[in-house]
């Protein structure tokens, strides 16, 4: 979460981590940066440890926590 956070920050972006929920992870983020924000989200995610087996993360985003769609 730091090192991405870093990467937003690094890159101007207006996306924010705003809440974890257990393995969850909240942002809120513009319409215009959804798709920068969801691969970079994704990349730094998965890459956070090296472990011996893969690490799987799913992104989703909408409009409303209720109705999360448009899973990577």
Known sequence: MINLDLELKK???K?????????ELI???PLSEIDEAMNLIKMVMES???LNVSTSVKVNYNDNWCKLTNTI
């Not at 996306?15 to 393995?23: E, G, L, N, P, V």
């Open 11 to 13: 890159r101007f972006m």
């Open 48 to 50: 956070a440890i090296v």
């Open 15 to 23: 996306t924010k981590i705003i809440m974890q929920i257990h393995d």
């Open 27 to 29: 942002f809120d983020s």
